[in-house]
C-alpha cells in the first residue's frame, strides 16, 4: 500500500481558492489511481474527484465541476485538488485515497477501491 499526507488545508473566506495536496511514499504512485473525498461533520464521506494514473482521465462530483481542477505530478508522488470559487457548502475535512484499479465506472465515485487513505486535511469556508 501507499502512504498518504494532505496538506493544505485551512480557513478561507467564501470565494476565496485553496490547493490541496496529497503526498505519497512509495515508487509504485504513478500505478495508482487517485481520489479526493470529504466529510463535513455528522455526514458521510463524500467523493470529489478523482484522476487515473497517467492524469489524462479526470472525474468531479456535481458540486464541483467548474469550480474545482484535480492534478497530478508522477514525477513529485503527488495529487493535488485546486478549488476555486469556495462556498460555505464545502466545509469538510478532505482525504485523499489511493485506487490500485477502478472495476467500473461506478467504482471512481465509491470509497470501495480505495485501499490507502490519507489522515485528511480541514477546509473551513466562512460565509
Known amino acids: 500500500q501507499v502512504q498518504l499526507v494532505e496538506s493544505g488545508g485551512g480557513l478561507v473566506q467564501a470565494g476565496g481558492s485553496l490547493r490541496l495536496s496529497c503526498a505519497a511514499s512509495?515508487?509504485?504512485?504513478?500505478?495508482?489511481?487517485m481520489g479526493w473525498f470529504r466529510q463535513a461533520p455528522g455526514e458521510e464521506r463524500d467523493f470529489v474527484s478523482a484522476?487515473?494514473?497517467?492524469?489524462?482521465?479526470?472525474y468531479y462530483a456535481d458540486s464541483g465541476k467548474g469550480r474545482f481542477n484535480i492534478s497530478r505530478d508522477n514525477a513529485k508522488n503527488t495529487v493535488y485538488l485546486q478549488m476555486n470559487s469556495l462556498k460555505a457548502e464545502d466545509t469538510a475535512v478532505y482525504y485523499c485515497?489511493?485506487?490500485?484499479?477502478?472495476?467500473?465506472?461506478?467504482?471512481?465515485?465509491?470509497?470501495?477501491?480505495?485501499?490507502?487513505w490519507g489522515q485528511g486535511t480541514p477546509v473551513t469556508v466562512s460565509s
Open positions: 512509495g515508487r509504485t504512485f504513478s500505478s495508482y489511481a
Open positions: 485515497a489511493a485506487a490500485v484499479f477502478w472495476s467500473d465506472a461506478a467504482s471512481i465515485r465509491s470509497m470501495t477501491p480505495y485501499g490507502s
Open positions: 484522476i487515473n494514473w497517467s492524469g489524462r482521465n479526470t
